[in-house]
């Protein structure tokens, strides 16, 4: 299982990072490790500026299985639905 979410810039396929995710409802951050599986560039149509310069996708590396499964149910909830990049 993984997710993707946006970055301020490309990341390293391979790299490994420490992410914290904070869930409506929960007093503290949700704590995991992750592996990036690929990053690639935003196409932004209108070239205005913007803090997100990549989407990136990784998989979950250490995180405990209850903190697993209120990320994923979470996403299911609140998927935006499938984009093109660059459109």
Known sequence: ??????TNKPLA????????IKL???RTPV??????VWSRPVANPHQRATPHQAETGVRFGRIDS????????Y?????????SVGR
């Open 1 to 6: 299982n993984g997710m993707c979410f946006l």
């Open 13 to 20: 396929p391979g790299a490994r990072l420490a992410a914290e």
């Open 24 to 26: 409506p409802g929960l």
């Open 31 to 36: 704590a995991f490790h992750v592996e990036v």
């Open 66 to 73: 209850k903190d697993r499964t209120l990320i994923m149910l």
């Open 75 to 83: 996403a299911r909830l609140h998927t935006l639905p499938p984009r």
